[in-house]
């Protein structure tokens, strides 16, 4: 099990930018995958990007372009680099790990990210 810990969100106008991070309990080197989820008010949770162990990275098609995955094993961290946010994209961010490709999913605990001007 992995204990995941969220922060970067706020409050940012439509278009800016924020950058969130997720910082781990242990070596992220060799975990399968991490990634973010978010969920708006009334919205089913999705998935809004990954990254695996490789690097190979992959994004929903309503942020491709916008948001970039990356990782810093060094600082056993993930980054969520999210630019000209939309205020659709306002939700609960979560970060994710699955340690194994057959292993369960770890979530931290959550940071909002609000888009209003």
């Known amino acids: 099990q992995v204990q995941l810990v969220e922060s970067g969100g706020g409050l940012v106008q439509p278009g800016g930018s924020l950058r969130l991070s997720c910082a781990a309990s242990?070596?992220?080197?060799?975990?399968?995958?991490m990634g973010w989820y978010r969920q708006a008010p009334g919205k089913q949770r999705e998935l809004v990007g990954s990254?695996?162990?490789?690097?190979?990275?992959t994004y929903a098609d309503s942020v491709k372009g916008r948001f970039t995955n990356s990782r810093d094993n060094a600082k056993n961290t993930v980054y969520l680099q999210m630019n000209s946010l939309k205020p659709e994209g306002a939700a609960v961010y979560y970060c994710?790990?699955?340690?194994?490709?057959?292993?369960?999913?770890?979530w931290g605990q959550g940071t909002q990210v609000t888009v209003s001007s």
């Open positions: 994710t790990a699955r340690v194994t490709s057959f292993g369960k999913l770890d």
């Open positions: 242990r070596s992220i080197f060799s975990i399968y995958t």
């Open positions: 990254i695996t162990s490789g690097g190979r990275v």
